[in-house]
T-cell receptor, first 113, second 111 residues
Framework: NAGVTQTPKFRVLKTGQSMTLLCAQD?????MYWYRQDPGMGLRLIHY???????AKGEVPDGYNVSRLKKQNFLLGLESAAPSQTSVYFC????????????FGPGTRLLVL | GDSVTQMEGPVTLSEEAFLTINCTYT??????LFWYVQYPGEGLQLLLK?????DKGSNKGFEATYRKETTSFHLEKGSVQVSDSAVYFC??????????FGSGTKLNVKP
């Protein structure tokens, strides 16, 4: 079991560029989440999914889009990157509701210049 | 609104010292409470959790008790090790897909 994996590990973008972050889990979890982690602010939920084909907004969804075409994958897209999106992005998954334990990926460090 | 407040770090202790990291919360419902740990360069891992008032979560020598009367979930360990150096996050979850993390407390343990 690889658990939760994230691709890429690190990326540098210029303002206005687009990119997609990939999260994959092999635990057959229904729920998947994208968080961003900024210094002194803990983790904030961007978007989440309660199952294949579903997505919903979290606390800070602006500037991001997501898709869950396959149960094991959850993609986070930045259509036009801004310096304010410089952050560390974590993907997580859980078996059922968010009250269950979440399993986190290793993170993607994104720098937007 | 719902929120989690943790003591600011960093917390620096000598090996074998007693650890307390304070966590208080506000919630309109009946949340589950969690402590997650993040080691350098890694994602978060569940350390322990408690799902209802007066429950005690424990793992790897760490403990935390869900105190509804004081809305607290303080993390304790009797004797820390250098390997416990990490960032610790308190979190709450309830009401279908709402998950709130504290800002994290960095722990440095010196030999």
């Amino acid at each position: 079991n690889a658990g939760v994996t994230q691709t890429p590990k690190f990326r540098v973008l210029k303002t206005g560029q687009s990119m997609t972050l990939l999260c994959a889990q092999d635990m057959n979890h229904e729920y998947m989440y994208w968080y961003r982690q900024d210094p002194g602010m803990g983790l904030r939920l961007i978007h989440y999914s309660v199952g294949e084909g579903t997505t919903a907004k979290g606390e800070v969804p602006d500037g991001y889009n997501v898709s869950r075409l396959k149960k094991q994958n959850f993609l986070l897209g930045l259509e036009s990157a801004a310096p304010s999106q410089t952050s560390v992005y974590f993907c997580a998954s859980s078996y059922s509701t968010s009250q269950e334990t979440q399993y986190f990926g290793p993170g993607t460090r994104l720098l937007v210049l | 609104g719902d929120s989690v407040t943790q003591m600011e770090g960093p917390v620096t202790l000598s090996e074998e010292a007693f650890l307390t990291i304070n966590c208080t919360y506000t919630a309109t419902g009946y949340p589950s409470l969690f402590w997650y740990v993040q080691y350098p360069g890694e994602g978060l891992q569940l350390l322990l959790k408690a799902t209802k008032a007066d429950d005690k979560g424990s793992n790897k020598g760490f403990e935390a008790t869900y105190r509804k009367e004081t809305t607290s979930f303080h993390l304790e360990k009797g004797s820390v090790q250098v390997s416990d150096s990490a960032v610790y996050f308190c979190a709450l979850s309830y009401n279908f897909n709402k998950f709130y993390f504290g800002s994290g407390t960095k722990l440095n343990v010196k030999p």
